[in-house]
């Protein structure tokens, strides 16, 4: 029974950490945008001008925030989903418990250089190391799996699914 706590806690705290950026998107990027001779911020905030231009027809550059954090969500979240089936197969392979510490190892990391960086390339590179790190969630549910007995489980994943949303 202490494990599937263990398992809860680590889902929650992985929950709330991916939430946690959201709402600074704006302030981030005002911050990299200040940052005139940072090249990897011009250079794609430039990409995402441009596109704005294509696709809003507008001249509002404030949009540009919304698609440039947009941009960011979806390469966290495609770098999620590709890793997860990776880092399944090695949790099959290796065992839960070290592939789950080596993911959360990998969240830790990407916030620490999050909270370093000067520059948005290395911002960018917390969000990659991040975004494929993110996989420990299939991880987390695979040991849910395992923990409980086969008519229990259905009951299991959805009280980890509400109460999770409910503390978030």
Known sequence: MEQKYVAFISLFLDLFAFTLIL?????IFDFYASKKDDLTYNLLENS???????????T?????????GGLIGSLFSFLQFVSSTLI???SDLYGRKPILLLA??????????????????????????????KANVSIIIAIMTDLTKRENRS????????YNYLLI
Do not use: C
């Open 23 to 27: 709402p600074l998107f704006p302030k």
């Open 48 to 58: 995402v001008d441009e596109y704005r231009k294509l696709i809003a027809h507008s």
């Open 60 to 68: 509002d550059r404030s949009l540009n925030s919304v698609l440039f």
């Open 88 to 90: 399944g197969a090695a």
């Open 104 to 133: 959360m190892t990998g969240t830790l990391i990407s916030y620490l250089l999050w909270s370093i960086s000067g520059f948005f390339i290395i911002f960018l590179l917390s969000r990659i190391i991040g975004g494929i790190s």
């Open 155 to 162: 009951q299991a994943m959805v009280s980890i699914t509400f």
